[in-house]
């Protein structure tokens, strides 16, 4: 399991490892890492034009220590203090014994356009609001130029809590953080600007149970899915009931069947106007035309996919006793009140759009403050809800429960009845017993990775997504 942990728990920690340490012993740790990491991506050091974006705190003491020891492997290495008259004192030191120079704001951008990296020690955990204007001229001149760009810490610029960015801030190729990830790290759209990410351990103890974020894997993964016992049969291994698709919109009752035959419950039954539709593709299908109430037992249902206006079938399915998600239509026909009330759980799984609608924000609001967003919603609804989109994020109702980020994803995802898929697949894995956090985390974690192995870098329609999720489901448990 990755884990990111807030600013605040952060300095705790490091405040409390320090006391332990020499002076200066945790930037040590800290420049050692990130000099390793800038050596491994340069290839070879000696000859090589670096140059420090240094800031007025620790972050530019990290890259200032770092820049004395590729100056010392025969790097030439430049400092560019943002703020000259406050300088992180003993870093500056060392990069000078080491031969390193330091240069002024005018002139840096020609430095720049030669160098063969640039390291971003602008502002790391203390960065408030985007960056400052006298810095904005040189990070757009690192990405312009040829150099690879490495971020100390955090990508300066970016929130580190929260994942949002507000204003200008720096594009790296690598991010090499230190002790934990940062939930930024973690979630878009602060996560595109972090490029790949390196975590250097510097002995931070980070007191459990405190993460803001999680992410899964494949072991974690594994550890949840159902294995059908020696003893079970098809209605111990669940049942899920899918209401969904509509005389307009058969295909997304096929598509979430598709994705629920793939997710470890023992029947799917499919409750509809898309009957024949489903049966003709999927004849394992159980079918009922008596609506939800009347259709057999379940242990879990989907509801919303292409539901069109069908408002009845929604609130039929939100009063039955037994966990629903909630997809698509259904999450716009779906009463506030009437999910807050149900005493199972409930699982909402809407897009940006659809969350917008429910926040009364606008899309861009969501997108760009996707883990407030999602939070919100959980809140407000006393459900679990998986947001979807480039990094799907999973929060519970309750407070203080880490929120599942899915980093398994892939753009190729983005192709119309994909989303159907996933409700059908994290529905059935609600019917097999998961809990909704559990189901729509690894239900979000298969399907991306679906999405992977279907596409394998060319367009792929959903249900190739849905055709490739047992792969995916044996990629899982084969480790
Ligand atoms: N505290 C520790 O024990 C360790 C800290 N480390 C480094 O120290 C960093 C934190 O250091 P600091 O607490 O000094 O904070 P930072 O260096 O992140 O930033 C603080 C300084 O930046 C300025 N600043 C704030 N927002 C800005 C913005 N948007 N644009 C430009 N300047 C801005 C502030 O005026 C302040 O002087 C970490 O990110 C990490 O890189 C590492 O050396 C590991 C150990
Ligand atoms: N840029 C992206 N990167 C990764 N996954 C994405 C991206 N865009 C969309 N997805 C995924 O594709 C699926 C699309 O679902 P949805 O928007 O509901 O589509 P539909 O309603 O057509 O089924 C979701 O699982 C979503 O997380
Ligand atoms: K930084």
Partial sequence: MRTAYSVETVRAAERELMARLPEGALMQRAAAGLAAACADLLGRVYGRRVVLLVGSGDNGGDALHAGARLARRGAGVTAVPLSPERVHEGGLAALRRAGGSVA??????????????????????????????????????????????????????????????????????????????????????????????????????????SAQLEALQHADVAALLPVPAPESDKYRRGVVGIAAGSARYPGAAVLAVAGALRGGAGAVRYVGPAADAVIARFPETLVSDQGPRRAGRVQAWVVGPGAGDDADTVNEVLRAEVPVLVDADGLRLAEAGAVRRRAAPTLMTPHAGEAAALLGVSREEVEGARLAAV????????????????????????????VRVNATGTGWLATAGSGDVLSGLAGSLLAAGLSTRDAASAGAYLHGLAGRFAADGAPVGALDVAGAVPGAWRDVVSG
Avoid at 155 to 165: L, R
Avoid at 177 to 182: A, D, E, N, S, V
Avoid at 383 to 401: E, I, R
């Fill in 375 to 402: 939070r919100e919603l959980a809140g407000r609804y006393g459900a679990t809800v998986l947001l979807k989109g480039s990094t799907t994020l999973v929060a519970d109702a309750a407070d203080g429960v880490p």
């Fill in 104 to 209: 002024g704001v005018a002139g840096a951008e020609d430095l720049i356009e030669r160098a063969d990296l640039v390291v971003d020690g602008i502002v790391g955990i203390g960065g408030k609001g985007g960056l400052r204007a006298e810095a904005v001229p040189l990070t757009e001149a690192a990405a312009r130029a040829r150099a690879a760009v490495v971020a100390v810490d955090l990508p300066s610029g970016v929130d580190a809590d929260t994942g949002e960015v507000h204003g200008a801030a720096v594009r790296a190729d690598l991010t090499v953080t230190f002790g934990t990830h940062k939930p930024g790290l973690l979630v878009d759209p602060a996560r595109e600007y972090a490029g790949s990410v390196r975590l250097v351990d510097i002995g931070l103890e980070l007191p459990g149970g």
